[in-house]
T-cell receptor, first 113, second 113 residues
Framework: SAVISQKPSRDICQRGTSLTIQCQVDSQVTMMFWYRQQPGQSLTLIATANQGSEATYESGFVIDKFPISRPNLTFSTLTVSNMSPEDSSIYLC??????????FGPGTRLTVT | AQSVTQPDIHITVSEGASLELRCNYSYGATPYLFWYVQSPGQGLQLLLKYFSGDTLVQGIEGFEAEFKRSQSSFNLRKPSVHWSDAAEYFCAVYGGATNKLIFGTGTLLAVQP
């Protein structure tokens, strides 16, 4: 299985600020994804991180709010911008392999006050 | 459109009892199916996957799942549940050309001593 690391593991942030989450994957991964998991909910895909180009966002998510970078094959960042309490969630990074499995990082637990 | 339904939101079983978690999918072609487990405060761990071939697949930690095309189901089973199995379980289907995983809403498993 692929190894995915993510940091920070948790943070408490003030309204109006931004937080950047980092994700590192091992070399088995070909695709990288960012998900949001609101309390007691399932996972919602935010975007697919594309190496060297703009991420592909899902409906309801925009680049201005969730800018994503993927400068190389094994690293990506997600920024949650201009945060509000509604952004309090778990943010999960995953790596997809050539055989369609996705492996997940431990998540970043964000609380916005 | 592809979708996954997990009819049971919460299930409680006694330790040592058998377990079956239900998953139904909607997908036009032969699906790639997955079960993930999320322990409290953790990311998602891949339990098992089905791509093709034998419809009974074995996973980690004694879990298995059976693909039944006629019922569009991929139910997860374990013959004897341990207290450490208490977690949330997610079924997912690979979305084909979209390269996305589509998740069910999850089943929260509680284990009684």
């Amino acid at each position: 299985s692929a190894v995915i690391s993510q940091k920070p593991s948790r943070d408490i942030c003030q309204r109006g600020t931004s937080l950047t989450i980092q994700c590192q994957v091992d070399s088995q991964v070909t695709m990288m994804f960012w998900y949001r998991q609101q309390p007691g909910q399932s996972l919602t895909l935010i975007a697919t991180a594309n190496q060297g180009s703009e991420a592909t966002y899902e409906s309801g998510f925009v680049i201005d709010k969730f800018p994503i970078s993927r400068p190389n094959l094994t690293f990506s960042t997600l920024t949650v911008s201009n945060m509000s309490p509604e952004d309090s969630s778990i943010y999960l990074c995953s790596g997809g392999t050539a055989t369609y499995e996705q492996y997940f990082g431990p998540g970043t637990r964000l609380t916005v006050t | 459109a592809q979708s996954v339904t997990q009819p049971d939101i919460h299930i409680t079983v006694s330790e040592g009892a058998s377990l079956e978690l239900r998953c139904n999918y909607s997908y036009g072609a032969t699906p790639y199916l997955f079960w993930y487990v999320q322990s409290p405060g953790q990311g998602l761990q891949l339990l098992l996957k089905y791509f093709s071939g034998d419809t009974l697949v074995q996973g980690i930690e004694g879990f298995e799942a059976e693909f039944k095309r006629s019922q569009s189901s991929f139910n997860l089973r374990k013959p004897s549940v341990h207290w450490s199995d208490a977690a949330e379980y997610f079924c997912a289907v690979y979305g084909g050309a979209t390269n996305k995983l589509i998740f069910g809403t999850g089943t929260l498993l509680a284990v009684q001593p």
